[in-house]
């Protein structure tokens, strides 16, 4: 049996108050990057992480820089970053004219805290005034990127004590990790992004929440994220005399795209239950399958199971990545391959790279299954049959 549509990989869901509130801002003239959704929404996922300040800002993207900027990044510092990620988590460090160093993941696909302190502890050393420095160039090591992948939380409790260790902030990419918490050890109860010193949301297309391009950012000094909402209009001290004391950016999030951002946020509760659902359904019907497995999410957590990986047993299914794909895509079913990893892509070449041996790994191995908030229990049926078939 083949469907008779593509299941798509992730698309978003509408089914709330998207068009009432959208439409009320375009009424309401108030289309730009002032208007009082965008304040809703800031209000919204302070009570939502249970933090008292989050600035709404252009992407994702743009909330990392503006963290990485409030850090004190500098021309010739170093970042600590993944290299098994989508690469918007590390360009930031570029746009600061910063190096990365790439960090290899664990088993989470996040990454790895045993190889990250290791690496400070024998490839780095304290500088005169007690900054980390990279012994080979003699560069600052500032920041950790750490990204929570597909809503995987990282080992926080162990990155943030060495961080702390280290001198290190730490800023967290919860790009994609929106709504999952810790329910056990130190950070119980606590959101994706409200743990290191700075979190970064995003609000693409196919992430748990959609306002078209959109993001937010936190952090643990509020003032921080009131100087970020400054510095992402333009650092206006005086907006009617047009008078700026810092260089600042567009990066504001407009008034449309939070009255979208509103209705998601309504939604937000039951899209996260409807995605481990679907996980769990998925679990379930590939049990016991000895070619490909769902890779679990962290223990003592409550992931929002953003995306769903399954991770192919190479010496069982011998063809290549895109042929899986492509031989799925016939059969009306649309997934992806994990990322390239970022240490090889071009720009990146000639950078530092620490011992990687499970990011190549995983990158050779994983592809993710539908995983939209509205796939039925029929569809799921039907890729975890066809997944069978296909890698049988
Ligand atoms: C989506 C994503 C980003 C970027 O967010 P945008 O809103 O698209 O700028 C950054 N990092 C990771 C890991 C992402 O998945």
């Given at each position: 049996?083949i469907?008779?549509?593509?299941?798509?990989?992730?698309?978003?869901?509408?089914?709330g108050?998207?068009?009432?509130?959208?439409?009320?801002?375009?009424?309401?003239?108030?289309?730009?990057?002032?208007?009082?959704?965008i304040?809703?929404?800031?209000?919204?996922?302070?009570?939502?992480?249970?933090?008292?300040?989050?600035?709404?800002?252009?992407?994702?993207?743009?909330?990392?820089?503006?963290?990485?900027?409030?850090?004190?990044?500098?021309?010739?510092?170093?970042?600590?970053?993944p290299?098994?990620t989508?690469?918007?988590?590390?360009?930031?460090?570029?746009?600061?004219?910063?190096?990365p160093?790439?960090m290899?993941?664990?088993?989470?696909?996040?990454?790895?805290?045993?190889?990250?302190?290791?690496?400070?502890?024998?490839?780095c050393?304290?500088?005169e005034?007690?900054?980390?420095?990279?012994?080979?160039?003699?560069?600052?090591?500032?920041?950790?990127?750490?990204?929570?992948?597909?809503?995987?939380?990282?080992?926080?409790?162990?990155?943030?004590?060495?961080?702390?260790?280290?001198?290190?902030?730490?800023?967290?990419?919860?790009?994609?990790?929106?709504?999952?918490?810790?329910?056990?050890?130190r950070?119980a109860?606590?959101?994706?992004?409200?743990?290191?010193?700075?979190g970064?949301?995003?609000?693409?297309g196919?992430?748990?929440?959609t306002?078209?391009g959109?993001?937010?950012?936190?952090?643990k000094?509020?003032?921080?994220?009131?100087?970020?909402?400054?510095?992402?209009?333009?650092?206006?001290?005086?907006?009617?005399?047009?008078?700026?004391?810092?260089?600042?950016?567009?990066?504001?999030?407009?008034n449309?795209?939070?009255?979208?951002?509103?209705?998601q946020?309504?939604?937000?509760?039951?899209?996260?239950?409807?995605?481990?659902?679907?996980?769990a359904?998925?679990?379930?019907?590939?049990?016991?399958?000895?070619?490909?497995r769902?890779?679990?999410?962290?223990?003592?957590?409550?992931?929002?199971?953003?995306?769903?990986s399954?991770?192919?047993?190479r010496?069982?299914?011998?063809?290549?990545?895109?042929?899986?794909?492509?031989?799925?895509?016939?059969r009306?079913?649309?997934?992806?391959a994990?990322?390239?990893?970022?240490?090889?892509?071009?720009?990146y070449?000639?950078?530092?790279?620490?011992?990687?041996e499970?990011a190549?790994?995983?990158s050779?191995?994983?592809?993710?299954?539908?995983?939209?908030?509205?796939?039925?229990e029929?569809?799921?049926?039907?890729v975890?049959?066809?997944?069978?078939?296909v890698?049988?």
């Open positions: 049996m469907m008779d549509h593509m299941i798509p990989l992730a698309i978003p869901n509408f089914e108050n998207e068009r009432k509130y959208v439409d009320d801002a375009v009424d309401q003239g108030w289309v730009s990057t002032g208007g009082a959704y304040t809703r929404l800031e209000k919204q996922m302070e009570e939502f992480l249970g933090v008292p300040e989050v600035a709404a800002c252009q992407s994702g993207t743009s909330a990392l820089h503006l963290s990485l900027i409030d850090i004190g990044v500098v021309p010739g510092d170093m970042v600590i970053v290299t098994l989508f690469i918007a988590a590390v360009n930031p460090v570029r746009y600061c004219y910063a190096d160093i790439f290899d993941c664990d088993d989470s696909l996040c990454m790895d805290p045993v190889k990250l302190r290791r690496f400070l502890e024998t490839e050393e304290k500088g005034s007690g900054q980390t420095i990279y012994r080979k160039t003699g560069q600052v090591v500032k920041a950790i990127v750490v990204v929570h992948v597909f809503g995987n939380l990282a080992d926080m409790e162990q990155i943030c004590d060495i961080a702390v260790a280290y001198g290190l902030k730490v800023v967290e990419d919860a790009t994609e990790a929106l709504g999952s918490r810790f329910i056990s050890g950070y109860g606590r959101y994706a992004g409200t743990l290191g010193d700075y970064a949301y995003s609000f693409n196919n992430k748990i929440i306002t078209g959109g993001g937010a950012v936190t952090a000094d509020p003032e921080a994220v009131r100087h970020l909402r400054y510095l992402s209009t333009q650092a206006k001290d005086d907006p009617h005399y047009y008078i700026h004391h810092e260089i600042g950016y567009n990066y504001r999030m407009t449309v795209q939070a009255a979208l951002g509103v209705a946020m309504e939604e937000l509760p039951s899209f996260i239950e409807r995605k481990q659902k679907g996980y359904l998925y679990e379930q019907l590939l049990a016991g399958f000895p070619n490909a769902l890779i679990p999410f962290r223990e003592g957590t409550e992931s929002n199971k953003w995306f769903y399954l991770l192919i047993d010496d069982k299914v011998k063809a290549p990545i895109r042929e899986i794909i492509s031989e799925l895509e016939t009306k079913i649309q997934t992806r994990i990322w390239g990893l970022i240490h090889e892509q071009r720009p070449a000639g950078s530092t790279v620490y011992e990687m499970k190549p790994y995983y050779e191995r994983v592809i993710n299954l539908p995983c939209s908030t509205q796939i039925t029929e569809e799921i049926r039907y975890a049959e066809t997944v069978k078939a890698l049988g």
